[in-house]
């Protein structure tokens, strides 16, 4: 009863702690430099919003710790690896930060993240034996102990950070994986007043950071949270000797596992770099399919709790029913697919692993060239000297027309010949300093690269020269991978002062490109194709909290 009184208590005064800085450090840090990292194509915010909530619960999780120390000193010293839980928590929040503020690779991240969990295992917190759910024969794991050890700590912190997609939706996440926590630390008696503590902390964060959004948990944040819930749970199980400690926020985590499988495969079948970030994520396909962004959280908050309930049942049956309730989650999940409209995607599995495999050539033609075009912009001084080289790569990818807007200016290139049928995207910087890209291809009938190729006509693809991008899939990815490209070019220039604007001199003498400004009705860009009338849109808007990308065709 004591304990659970003291819980409660540090509950509140993570609550506490959160609600007064969390406004103080809105009002005094509004014109600070932790607002914006440099952004790329795949954010959408509609103004600078600070990442500081993982600063604040870093102050939260150190204030609860030090209220420990006084009124619970002989709890805390009875609790082993105490400080290393604390110093690694922090270091890791500070290897997030640093990316807050300034982009650091994905290899050097992953590695300084293997680092810190590799120390962790030498100072003695680890997963060391694992006793199966139902002969309870324990296991040795000998040399594969820093491995699974590293390997799970990494895993659930990168899990977090994957999720931290819309408002609010990592904050949710991580107070259920706490909730379970502290249900098992309060039962064996390590780290509860702590969980509870960074409980009553999300609460509080939560608070400003459902949609829409004041203020963002940050790579920090999403770093310290998924890394204190690995090494809580490795302390729970008494390092692996009891399994359902590491089992149950396995069933917590049942969306995020999924979503990182799925990613996974699409992004090796399709040839994408494992690391690169997009916005294909499950949460990201309910706002692009018309769920507004606080009807897509509460809605994976739902089936959040009800994993939470079978983390929690998982954890009480003692392992005993792990079975019974594996199988509930997959029912679960293939059921939301059905109802959210995905399962006709990942049941054709034939059809969607033909159609990746088909574009892969395709796509690493368009990073190669991608690439080509980064190192190339590091040679140049500007948009000016960068252009040629743009069309360049739009006409070998296939697109056929190209506008760039910088600052009320434009550049267009359009292939020659008339297209009877067309699709578009366009690309809008959210910081509006990279200005906006837009791309044209042509639309096929054939529908995908794979029936192209094997198509005897080829009649709306061959009234120009050049290639074709057939599957509107193909087409997406390909046209954001030029964005990327321009994207980084400029914020290579900005860094180096260099001023992000066409010369107007430059635009008048330039030969062969025309300066339209296309039609635009109730904000949305409209092409239409041919005499017919017939009119295939697509508007992709990344800056601001809006639903996503919108996609009408009518082809």
């Known amino acids: 009863m004591k304990m659970n009184l003291s819980a409660v208590m540090a509950a509140g005064l993570g609550l506490g702690i959160t609600l007064f800085l969390i406004p103080l450090a809105l009002w005094v840090g ?9 952004v790329d194509w795949h954010h959408r915010r509609s103004g600078p919003i600070p990442r500081i909530g993982g600063a604040v619960l870093v102050v939260a999780f150190l204030a609860i ?4 120390e006084l009124f619970h000193p002989q709890l805390r010293a009875n609790t082993p690896g105490r400080n290393v839980i ?11 930060f640093w990316d807050d503020l300034r982009r650091i690779g994905a290899v050097w991240k992953l590695a300084a993240q293997i680092l810190i969990a590799g120390a962790v295992w ?17 296991i040795q794991l000998g040399f594969w102990a820093p491995l699974v050890t590293i390997a799970w700590l990494v895993s659930l912190t990168i899990l977090i950070n994957q999720i931290d997609g819309l408002d609010g939706l990592a904050g949710g996440q991580c107070l259920s994986l706490m909730i379970l926590i502290v249900a098992v630390a309060l039962q064996n008696g390590n780290f509860g007043l702590l969980a509870s503590g960074m409980a009553g902390a999300l609460v509080g964060f939560l608070c400003f950071n459902l949609p829409p959004a004041r203020v963002y948990l940050g790579d920090g944040g999403a770093y310290f949270l998924g890394f204190q819930i690995g090494l809580y749970s490795i302390v729970n199980s008494h390092k692996g000797a009891a399994p359902e400690a590491l089992i149950a926020p396995l069933f917590v985590l049942a969306l995020p596992i999924t979503d990182a499988v799925l990613t996974v495969v699409r992004r090796g079948l399709r040839g994408l770099p494992l690391f690169r970030p997009d916005r294909k994520h499950l949460h990201h396909r309910l706002v692009s399919d018309g769920c507004s962004e606080r009807k897509a959280v509460l809605c994976l908050y739902g089936m959040n709790l009800v994993f939470l309930l079978m983390g929690l049942a998982t954890f009480w049956s003692r392992g005993g029913w792990v079975l019974v309730l594996l199988g509930t989650a997959v029912f679960l999940l293939l059921l939301g697919a059905r109802t959210c409209g995905f399962s006709r995607h990942w049941f054709a599995i034939h059809r969607v692993v033909r159609s990746s495999i088909s574009m892969r050539a395709e796509v690493q033609y368009a990073l190669s060239l991608a690439r080509w075009l980064e190192l190339e912009s590091r040679r140049q001084l500007g948009p000016d000297e960068f252009w040629p080289n743009l069309i360049f790569a739009a006409e070998k990818l296939g697109f056929s027309s190209l506008k760039l807007t910088l600052r009320g200016e434009q550049r267009v290139w359009r292939r020659h010949g008339a297209l009877s049928r067309a699709i578009r995207r366009r690309y809008d910087c959210p910081n509006g300093n990279c200005g906006s890209l837009e791309l044209t291809t042509p639309a096929c009938s054939q529908g995908d690269l794979a029936r192209f190729r094997s198509c005897d006509s080829k009649a709306d693809c061959t009234e120009y020269e050049g290639r074709c991008l057939a599957d509107p899939r193909a087409f997406e990815m390909i046209s954001e991978l030029l964005a990327e490209a321009w994207n980084k070019a400029a914020v290579h220039w900005h860094r180096r002062r260099i001023p992000l604007q066409f010369k107007p001199d430059e635009i008048r ?15 949305r860009k409209h092409f239409v194709n041919g005499a017919d009338g017939r009119m295939s849109e697509v508007t992709v808007t990344f800056g601001g909290g809006g639903a996503g990308s919108h996609v009408t065709s009518d082809l």
Do not use: Y
Not at 65 to 68: G, K, R
Not at 122 to 133: H, K, Q, S
């Open 30 to 38: 509004k014109s600070t430099v932790v607002h914006e990292r440099a």
């Open 65 to 68: 710790e030090l209220w420990i």
């Open 86 to 96: 604390v110093l690694s928590s922090v270091a890791m929040f500070a290897l997030g």
């Open 122 to 138: 030498l100072f003695g917190v680890g997963i060391e034996v694992w006793r199966t759910p139902f002969s309870h024969a324990p």
């Open 509 to 523: 003498k330039a030969n062969g490109f025309s300066c339209q400004s296309g039609d635009s009705v109730n904000g």
